[in-house]
């Protein structure tokens, strides 16, 4: 009697699953069958409830129920049980509790597992906890997961006593909301989150990725005995824990199993892990396949998916096909859909339709849509309408917007209201806020938190930082020391690295300075270089220093070109030396033009001289 308690195991279908040892092929269950049929109509009690499970297995409700009865009025338990079952798929769930509590009683711990789930279907926790406690404590891995969820239900931290109970037996959803329970306790670097719903079975919550950089799969480690778990469900089919399993690894750089997994869990029909799968595959330089991934995904309704097949159209200048996804995935609940569309817009001066979409983000609550929706409206002169936006993003953490918000005050002369805001991106690392508080710092006379930004917006890669910086360094620097014998030894100071950064990404003024060092060290070739690159990105100072120096070198035709292009530009001392050089030249007129020039520009030193030349010439002129 026993055995056929032991073996019968119902599922949360009704129905039963088949032991391992039997043999699968047609012909061994038709064989088996018979043989149970003879030992059942020769009295046996044991097989008349073993063929009984049969036809209920195979939907035979009319057959097995007498078979059943008669099996379970001479107190077979698993008879009693699958009674219930059968009466149960009839639709007499009352009958069915009956003849479970009997089989309960009498030690089915499948029994008392379908009891407990009875009773909380009804609403009644306590009956429900008890028969399910009953079941969980004989080892049934059904009752151990259903006390579990009931117990997480009401918080219980009982709960994962039993869920461990029930995933250590194999169940698969346990193994997989068990992960979930070590996922939550680590901290997780990466703010990648994917709403997942929860597992196959009763579980409807949300997770967010698992695992996390350096997860060791240790004793004692939450992540790494996750992992564990999730590998184990995965590996019982669980289209989520295969999901989540990839992620750990794409997350830890194993791509290649990582990707297999996804494989896994896409091929069993889970949508977000084809969408995983596809920025696996695009990642690698594979778009065309996934593309392919993408659209199966989006078809199932995965608005990320959607928002990857609008923007690989974008890229391709396919606007029509990328807005009919991005409309898909809004259609599908992504919001980015609805911001993407306001980037489309944008990109084709669309502005009305943009603003339309940008909004419709924004209103749900899009930071970054708020954020581009307050510079549209700036952008058309609405300041006003573009404030409260702007400060509704940078709430919700958007960098830019903090950034924007600095700006738009800055630009009112409220510097003091600016400060806060461009701190605040500041330190989420925006290299161009960095810069802001360390120019706001420098203007304030703290040196030390100024060289602090300055540094961060350097080496973010702002080149007026790094020129900014250099120069905080080159007034602390003391003055050269000479060699014994009189030589200078050259040294690399800081400083003159920053001087060299800037100028190598384009800063002018930093070009002029690095020319400047080189030129008071005897480097006329690398101080000519900088200069000229100056010069040709339009510095008036460094086409007048490239000027200088070519006069020294004797090429002062071409430095009167250079100093021309300096004085257009409003340098007062490159329009002097012009006019010093047609008065050499005994071009008078020339000369008294470029003095002219030189008056207007100044500075006062250089207006005095250039006036007195000027009144000199046209003396000249005149006599």
Known sequence: MDVMGDKATLLDTGRFVQPSDRDETGDGEAVDEARTRL????????ATSVLGAMLLRRGDL?????????ATAEGDRAAANNLGVLLHQRGYADDAA???????VAGSAAAAHALGRYHRERGDEPAAEYWLRQSAEQGHALGAYALADLLEHRGDTAAERWMRSAAERGHREAAYRLARALDRRVPHEDEREYPYEGGDGADNGVASVPGGPGASGEPGDPGGEAEQWYR????????????????????????????RWYLTSAKDGEARAACALGFLLRDAGDTESAAVWWLRAAQDGDGNAANALGALHAERGETQTAERWYRAAMDAGDVNGAYNLGLLCAEQTRTAQAEQWYRRAAYAGHREAANALAVLLLQGGDATGAEPWFSKAAEAGSVDAAFNLGILFAGRGDEGVALPWYERAAAAGHTEAALQVGIAR???GDEREAERHLRCAAGGGSSEAAYRLASVLDARRPPTPAHELGEQVHEKTECEEWYERAASQGHRRAQVRVGMLAAARGDVVEAARWYREAAEAGSRNGAFNLGLLLAREGSEPEAAVWWARAADAGHGRAALRLALVYARRGELAEGQRWADRAVSLGPAEVSERAARLRDALRQELTA
């Open 232 to 259: 184990q469900a995965a590996a019982r089919g669980h289209q989520r824990a295969a999901l989540q399993l990839g992620a750990i690894l794409e997350r830890r750089g194993e791509l290649k199993e990582a990707g």
């Open 442 to 444: 420098l203007r304030d």
């Open 39 to 46: 030992a059942a109509q020769a009295g046996d009690v044991e």
């Open 62 to 70: 009319d057959g097995a129920e007498p078979l059943l009865r008669a």
């Open 98 to 104: 009956g003849w479970w509590r009997i089989a309960a």
